[in-house]
């Protein structure tokens, strides 16, 4: 016997979406960060200013002029550093940001009193205020152990082998060498043991060394002092290559 044929249904349609109902989106790297800096800046903001303050932080600078003054003549204080349009605007504002979250008070003497990943946090929640930025706030206002990385530290830290790299070329090619926030995660977790000198002279060497021997493009290796120490002096840095081409 032949058995009866299996009736077919029709293709059903998915239901309705629920009234309200929106669609989850996973949030992106930048989303979560940025809440995560929030959430530390409102633990920071828990924290009183010291009181009384102490005269040696007292500040030189009245920024609530600052704050209140016409923006051409911030411009006129800063405009030997370039951008200067930009920064005396971002400087205001972060000075109206500053006086609204600490009602009334321009101060940030309760980062001093504030665990640094919430300081950390604080400080990278506001506007223009960058990692190297803010390394530079942790260990020379706030005497945290941190060390800031740009791109020239990243540059002299990758020449001396002290930053590993992909191939042997990317010692002759700066496009290669790895990104700041990278650099920055490899030596954090490194250097933060050393105590707060070491960080302080090893930060200003590093600027140092930079400007007077490490060049981006013309790094003079012959007359480096850490030349008997570094990858890419050993493997024949170009202005080293000249000297001994004489």
């Given amino acids: 016997a032949i058995p009866p044929p299996i009736p077919s249904t029709p293709p059903t349609s998915p239901p309705a979406p629920r009234s309200g109902w929106v669609p989850y989106r996973k949030k992106t790297k930048d989303q979560i960060v940025r809440e995560e800096r929030l959430a530390l800046a409102a633990k920071a903001l828990l924290v009183p200013d010291p009181s009384p303050r102490p005269a040696e932080t007292r500040d030189l ?34 000075l109206r940001r500053v006086e609204a979250e600490r009602n009334g008070e321009l101060s940030l003497e309760f980062l001093r009193d504030c665990p640094t990943d919430v300081a950390r946090g604080y400080l990278l929640s506001m506007e223009g205020y960058g ?27 990758a020449r001396l082998g002290w930053v590993p790299l992909e191939t042997e070329e990317a010692l002759e090619e700066l496009s290669q060498y790895a990104p700041e926030p990278a650099v920055y995660t490899f030596l954090r977790e490194r250097l933060n043991s050393f105590g707060l000198q070491t960080l302080f002279e090893l930060h200003y060497h590093m600027i140092t060394l930079g400007k007077v021997f490490c060049e981006k493009r013309t790094p003079n290796c012959a007359a480096c002092p850490l030349r008997d120490m570094c990858e890419y002096a050993s ?11 004489r």
Avoid at 74 to 94: P, S
Avoid at 238 to 243: A, I, M, S, V, W
């Fill in 61 to 94: 600078i009245n920024w609530r002029a600052v704050m209140r003054a016409p923006l051409e003549e911030v411009v006129e204080c800063i405009q030997c550093r370039g951008m200067h349009y930009m920064l005396a605007q971002r400087i205001q504002r972060v």
């Fill in 235 to 245: 493997s024949g840095g170009k202005r080293q290559q000249k000297e001994n081409d």
């Fill in 131 to 157: 990692v190297k930025t803010v390394s530079c706030i942790l260990l020379l206002a706030l005497y945290r152990a941190d060390f800031p990385v740009d791109v020239n530290v990243g540059r002299i830290m």
